[in-house]
């Protein structure tokens, strides 16, 4: 059962480095404004797919870490 912590942690530590910056989301943090152009693009291709791989591997983590 560690094992499978391990490694999904590891899996889930690669996805997490692998996906873009959200920096026109988090503006509001600075205090910048941003275009609104951007602001309703829909994830597709490799984008979907690492956020839903981010998804189940987070519930893979969160259930491994109470069972364990």
């Known amino acids: 059962m ?10 889930l530590i690669l996805i997490v480095l692998l996906q873009s910056g ?3 989301e988090a ?5 910048s404004t941003n275009s609104d152009l951007f602001k309703n693009r829909k994830e597709r291709g490799v984008e979907l797919f690492i ?3 981010t998804i189940v591997l987070g519930i893979a983590f969160f259930v491994l870490s109470i069972v364990a």
Do not use: M, W
């Open 27 to 31: 503006g509001f943090i600075t205090g």
């Open 2 to 11: 560690k094992i499978a912590l391990i490694i999904v942690s590891v899996l």
């Open 51 to 53: 956020t839903r791989a």
């Open 22 to 24: 959200k920096a026109e």
